[in-house]
Nanobody, 123 residues
Framework: QVLLEESGGGLVQAGGSLRLSCAVSGGIPSRYIVGWFRQAPGKEREFVAAINWTGENTNYGDSVRGRFTISRDNAKSMVYLQMGSLKLEDTAVYFC????????????????WGQGTQVTVSS
């Protein structure tokens, strides 16, 4: 069973940058698609970005495309989310998720989830 642990959240000013990390363990990283999601208070969970383990394929949500970059370090079994030009509306709990099924590119129905890390963007 794959385990996921996020880190790197915190408080940042609008316009600033932050990098989130997702440690993937307990499985074979090369078999997993890893995604980032976020959920703000009172709002539904939102897709942010996804990457296959080779890094050949990535996908982004419309609200973050061009500002966020997802990447991976296979040697360290890590997936990163580099966030730039942060806005107040980026404030949320950010989760990483993993699944072996290619269907998650479309249905976002990931089987494994981390506990989340809080990102707060201040004015």
């Amino acid at each position: 069973q794959v385990l996921l642990e996020e880190s790197g959240g915190g408080l940042v000013q609008a316009g600033g940058s932050l990098r989130l990390s997702c440690a993937v363990s307990g499985g074979i990283p090369s078999r997993y698609i890893v995604g980032w999601f976020r959920q703000a208070p009172g709002k539904e969970r939102e897709f942010v970005a996804a990457i296959n383990w080779t890094g050949e394929n990535t996908n982004y949500g419309d609200s973050v495309r061009g500002r966020f970059t997802i990447s991976r370090d296979n040697a360290k079994s890590m997936v990163y989310l580099q966030m730039g030009s942060l806005k107040l509306e980026d404030t949320a709990v950010y989760f990483c998720a993993a699944d072996r099924s290619a269907g998650v590119w479309v249905n976002y129905d990931y089987g494994a989830w981390g506990q989340g890390t809080q990102v707060t963007v201040s004015s």
